[in-house]
């Protein structure tokens, strides 16, 4: 597993837990150091009021996607053996969702 990757799992979302896809936002020293991923999850619902944190993915099929969907910054910290990698973000969509991460969080 590795920064970029997206992912499929039983995640907890703000309204529901259920099988789901979401892109694993961890440093690679991270995942090197540890049993667990930090993970940001994708949702095909848009959102009624789009925040900063938000991102319409450009390239969903290419990640593996089955339907257009967006990245929120709603983080989740997961065990790497509940979650199946299924593909990667592009670079344009990693690189979208790194800004996403980097103003949802104090620096």
Known sequence: MKPGDVVVGVLEGAAETKVRPAVVIA??????????VLVGILTTRRPRHAASTDYALRDWQVAGLRAASWFRAYVL????????????LS???????RECVGRAFAR
């Open 27 to 36: 440093s690679a020293a991270y995942l090197a150091e540890r049993p667990d």
């Open 77 to 88: 910290t997961v065990h790497r053996s509940e979650l199946t990698a299924i593909g990667q």
């Open 91 to 97: 670079e344009s969509d990693w690189s979208a969702v």
